[in-house]
């Protein structure tokens, strides 16, 4: 085999191994020629013509991340300080999709400076319009308003935003410092009111047990001075009642029944002898002094039987 069989042998091999492309799974080639768009190779092994065909560009349909740490100043100016993380991705595998990601930016730099760039201005503009006191409860509605207004641009360039994630929010150290005063007094603040709130309920329960307490005794006491009326009405009509079987006993035996008053002289006097603790008693035991006595006792018994009828 002479030189020129081999050389060509050699340039055959060089052009059919110059024609073959293999394409990683998870991506598309794009092949032009003569600088043109010509069409698009999927993932396994391609075939592509020697020499005039070139493949351009290697666009990824995988998931990218990638993290993003700027500052923002808010409308009190407090600087804010934001790390985040970005998840995209190609829109999907079509030819116009693939075209606008492999020709709109000259290469991936361009395309994430262009991508962190926008998303950093979209969520200086929503923070230059609130204040410091409000930022860290706004991660959703930074989210939100990031994914509304980049969603446009994304699409013009192939992509779409699959997350945002607001990972940290910090301020100065000063500013932080001022609202953990805030956070502190505020804390103290609600446990004074807490305090005066259980000491407000402590009193009015003890007010509300010495009223019911005194609530309870006067009943208490009411209800011992009836039974107390009641006992000693009781005990009147008993002797009213036995001095009236008395009176008719000695009626029936013709006998007078003032010994029904003297009788019961005698025994309060006879009461006084023997149950004395020691005081002194005057008694005048003459004759007259004990009818008047006896007059009084009548008096009595005779206007005790008019209230009775």
Known sequence: MDIATIIWILVALLIVYSSLVTVKQGHVDV??????????????????????????????IQNRSVELEFQAVTQDQANVYFKSMLLYAVQNDGEETIKKVAFKFISDRDLMQALTRTIEGTIRALVATKRQSEILSLRREIVAFVKDEIDQSLE?????????QINDITFDQQILESMSRVV?????????????????????????????????SAEAEREAARLRGQGVALFRQEVAKGMTEAAEQLKQANLDTNVILFSMWTEAVKNFAEAGKGNVIFLDGSSENMQKTMRQIMALLQMDRQKEA
């Open 31 to 60: 092949i032009t020629m003569f600088g043109k768009y010509r069409r698009m190779l999927r993932p396994g092994l391609n075939f592509k013509m020697p020499v005039i065909e070139k493949v351009y560009r290697s666009v990824s």
């Open 184 to 216: 502190a007094s505020n804390n103290l603040k609600a446990a004074a009111e807490n305090e005066g709130q259980a000491l407000l309920i402590t009193k009015t329960k003890a007010a509300e047990a010495e009223g019911n307490a005194i609530k309870i």
């Open 156 to 164: 013009e360039w192939g992509y779409h935003l699959i997350d945002l």
